[in-house]
């Protein structure tokens, strides 16, 4: 029952509510998203851990007047649940419902719309500058950002631009010790330093003014030595130095769960006129038992809900195992299992095998490598960045880095990919996993542009498996290559392929032909591969066109010999891919025709993702939306056999 909650339809129907009645809408809003979330499935333990948060701030603020900024979105849920979504709560990254992550097409109180974290800062201090400048109109900013996103080096560079600014903006720290995995790093120690020692939940001037009044003259000795000698004791016990360094106002540790607390500090933050951190301590998985008791474990495993994984408040039980299971064929393997494994595999193989990733040990694979060779394994926080920097350092000294990040993420560690890695012609291997349309999530996190924006750097190779044993292959091919590599490979189940034993290298740019026809050749790459055998079949079945298929296997570099046999001996060449059209794997063919005078020998149908951003959906839909499906690809080349000559040039 959620009699507060029902009659919220905006932030203005907070105003008129006590502190009580706030603190119990906070309550409401978490029994709701353990109710729906556990329920259909979604972000889960941080939203748990941020409702009171966004209560207090929506109670203080004239929201979207006022600007609150929801640095990734996992926090979210309670926000939009505020702003008059409650009803569509239900639909939450289904396709056509809420957007997984806050959408500024979705709601007027959605200031910005992001999925990737460490973002939040930098936006407020945009905001703010331009209000100060006269555009738009003006109000206050607030940016809400885990401690987790803190440790991106982007929330660095947007912390000291504040501070220089003198910007009055307020940061509220949601601390609680996690993002999606337990934090790691230096900065995660200094905050749970500041957290579990409850004598440094002091405030800065408090401190100051104790040692000006310490007996017997020694305050006044304190007083003369000056600023240096002062600054170094309330280092020692007042928390918060780091951000008053850089002339950001620092209040906490507030109790992230107290509304009453939590308003009397953002408000008073709101009124300060400068640049203020206010440093909260909550709970990721506040109120549900399994994830509040469960410690970082339990944190962990419940960041995100599966759909129907809770019932009635608690987690659903498991259902019994029956006494003789029915007999049936097993599930194909994951690809980030199988990538996982053969990286253990690989790296009990040489010694100089390392994996590294950016907060995503579970996520990547790389949590296999954590409990079986520790000491090969780093996680560097969410800091794609310097997780690509740090790879080239590694590999100047001869180890064989291997980077694993999702695709989506990758394209932060960008320019350390030209500059430190590919220019230097270091063996670095980028294991991007979730290529392709990777669903629920959105276009935040879709792994669609890799190909385009890895292609175009000089020494690298691009390889994407069809199937599980052909990742297997790939990884070991690219430890005993000697330059920089891009894997892709997607998100989910395996074709159900047996693995191999033991890896083989393949040669570099070389493709494999899978089908032999006649008139029209599918060149697919990575799951393009099996889009394309499927479409193949259906034509022989439906129309009666024998069609040839051929895996590329890489697009960087092609197999010439191949395309070339290809495009001799059939009149349409169809090339699929899980990538966008502007400059992927189908360019590469289309480039490489035109620059060997091919062009005027072969009919060409690029098939992939098309000039936007596809949105939230199971990948079955958006494939389906998208024409990227045996059936829709068979019907395309269908009409292009039966079409003019020239009319696909």
Known sequence: MTPLLDRIDGPDDLKGLNESQ?????????EQIIE??????????????????????????????????????HQAYPHKLLTGRGGELHTIRKYGGLAPFCSIGESPHDIMGAGHASTSVSYAVGIKEAMRRGHGEDGRVVAVIGDGALTGGVAFEALQNAGGLHE??????????????PNVGALSRYFNRIRMNPKLAKRREDVETSLMKLPAGIGERIERLGPIVKESLKAYWAPGLFFEELDLAYMGVIDGHDVAALRETIGEALEAGRPVVVHCKTIKGKGFAAAEDGGLEGMEKWHAAKPDSILNGAPTPKPAIPSKPSPGPAKPPQYTAVFGNALVAEAHRDERVIGITAAMNT??????????LPERYYDVGIAEQHAVLFAAGLALQGAKPVVAIYSTFLQRGFDQMVHDVCLQKLNVVFAMDRAGLVGDDGPTHHGVFD??????????????????????????????YDGPVGLRYPRGEGEGVPLPERPEAI????????????????????????????????????????????????????????????????????????????????????????????MSEVRVLRVGLPDRYVTHGTPALLRAEVGLTP?????RVADAVLSPRGALA
């Open 451 to 480: 190909i385009s924006y890895a292609r175009v750097l000089p020494h690298m190779t691009l390889m994407a498996p069809r199937d599980e044993a052909q990742l297997v292959h790939m990884l070991h091919t690219a430890l005993v």
């Open 36 to 73: 729906t979330i556990g329920e259909i499935g979604g972000h889960f333990g941080a939203n748990l851990g941020a409702c009171e948060i966004a209560v207090a701030i929506h109670s203080l603020l004239d929201s979207p007047r006022d600007k609150v900024l929801w640095d990734v979105g």
């Open 363 to 372: 996520g990547t694979g790389l949590d296999i490598l954590q409990r079986e």
């Open 168 to 181: 009055p903006i307020v940061i509220v720290v949601n601390d609680n010790g996690m993002s999606i995995a």
């Open 22 to 30: 706030l603190a119990q809408v906070a309550q409401e809003v978490r």
């Open 631 to 635: 059936e829709a690809v068979a019907e």
């Open 507 to 598: 040669e570099i740019g070389r493709g494999e032909l899978l089908r032999e026809g006649e008139r029209v050749a599918f060149l697919g790459y990575g799951y393009g591969v099996s889009v394309a055998l499927g479409a193949a079949e259906r034509l022989a079945g439906e129309s009666g066109i024998e069609a040839t298929v051929a895996d590329a296997r890489f697009s960087k570099p092609l197999d010439a010999e191949l395309i070339a046999s290809l495009v001799a001996e059939h009149d349409l060449l169809v090339t699929v891919e899980e990538n966008v059209l502007a400059g992927g794997f189908g360019s590469a063919v289309v480039e490489h025709l035109a620059d060997n005078d091919l």
